[in-house]
């Protein structure tokens, strides 16, 4: 069997370029069906012996964590590397909480040290996930984990988090043949700080697969999987069924040249995409392995008329609509139900909310500046919200360091999560008013703002200002209808 090709995310941290993903493993688990934990255990053997060493797991994928906690203590476990996440519910995040979440995950996988712990935030406009990132950050320092990722994090919040100082090692996405959403601005960012992406969703639960070349299109309500059923969804989206017809004939064209699978051209297709650092195949411990076809991965070479192929073909496909991650965050949710029903319970106001005896209601965001000043963060005066000149401040922490972009999207997460505290939406805003200090950075502010308001564009003004604070480059305010 050929040797699998590795990737080094950190100098502490090798992985095999093709991991095994546990995903499906809380769907096997699912409407109270029994796990045999020791045989799944005993099922990652052959992986590990095959050079695919690198599992991917989460604290909400069924017993992931506990399999591979198991399969570490056997007498006859090698080496492998166990990369999990922590999807905490939305709401406030205390150091405590991510203390105890860490320790829950060293608890299952048997290990000191986490290899990599990769953070989910299902909401930007509640200011808990940079908590929750900052006590990680903290814990990584202290040695419980040894590299920090995030997962289904889009673009400009990458970027957030990057320019505010935490060290981020990966990005774990959907990438795939039917979704190139990745392929943009997240590799070019990605590229250039280093940051290696985590491509999932590869196979769309095995829709890209020789299985279903020329299959009748299947009852969309009577799906096997959890899996089929989120990238059944991904299907309809791109055009429907002979729009994943027209992608398998191609794959299937380019496999019969050289003497692979459908499965392999759609995991090499992503592989060399830039700023890929590995793709994951999902694995259903104890039922199937498709171990040989897999390793057939590292030999496979697409050419350039391979490319062109692919890329022409792709061309005909609807976009997934958004950036990475946007479907966990906004319509059309693709995901297994299509809705987040299965996730999220509720999502509380970002910030609090005081009522004064006339009715007039304000947000606190609790910065510094506002106890000092005397404001607040926002206003609600019957259907009108008023929003207050926002800085990319957090507490009393600057955020997005010397990047005038990043700075923006904090500012504009503030202005959202205050209008949405207030009963409104970022589509009701009607006004927005935007000062930079340096004239230099007006189109990379300009473009944030574009992005965010590219529903419903408000009235806008951008000129340059001295401002407040030395390290401060951005400040927007906003106002709202609420109808």
Known sequence: MTPIARRRLT?????SRILTGLWQMADQERDGRTFDLDGAAAAMRPYVAAGFTTFDMADHYGSAEEVVGRFRARPDARPMQALTKWVPEPGPISRADVRAAVDRARRRLGVERLDLLQFHAWSYTHPAWLDALAYLDECRREGSIGALGLTNTDTVHLRLVVESGIPIVSNQVCYSLLDQRAAGAMAEYCARKG????AFGTLAGGFLSDRWLGAPEPDWDRLATWSQMKYGRFIREVGGWEALQRVLRTARTIADRHGCSVANVACRYILDAPAVAGVIVGARLGERAHLEDNARLDALRLDASDRAALAETLASLAPIPGDCGDEYRRPPFLTASGDLSHHVATFPAPFPVVTAADGTRRALSGTAWESFAGYSRAVRVGDRILVSGTTATHGDRPMGGDDAAAQACHAL?????????????????????????????????????GARFAA??????????ELIGDAYLVEIEAEAIVR
Not at 11 to 15: C, N, T, Y
Not at 195 to 198: A, E, N, V, Y
Request: no cysteine.
């Open 11 to 15: 100098p502490d941290l090798e992985i």
């Open 195 to 198: 940051i290696g992406l985590l």
């Open 413 to 449: 997460d503030k202005i959202q999560g205050a209008i949405e505290s207030l009963g409104g939406t970022i589509d009701q805003v009607v006004r927005t008013r935007i000062f930079v200090k340096r004239i230099e950075d007006w189109e990379a502010v300009a473009r944030v703002h």
């Open 456 to 465: 419903a564009p408000p009235a806008n003004t951008l000129v340059r200002a």
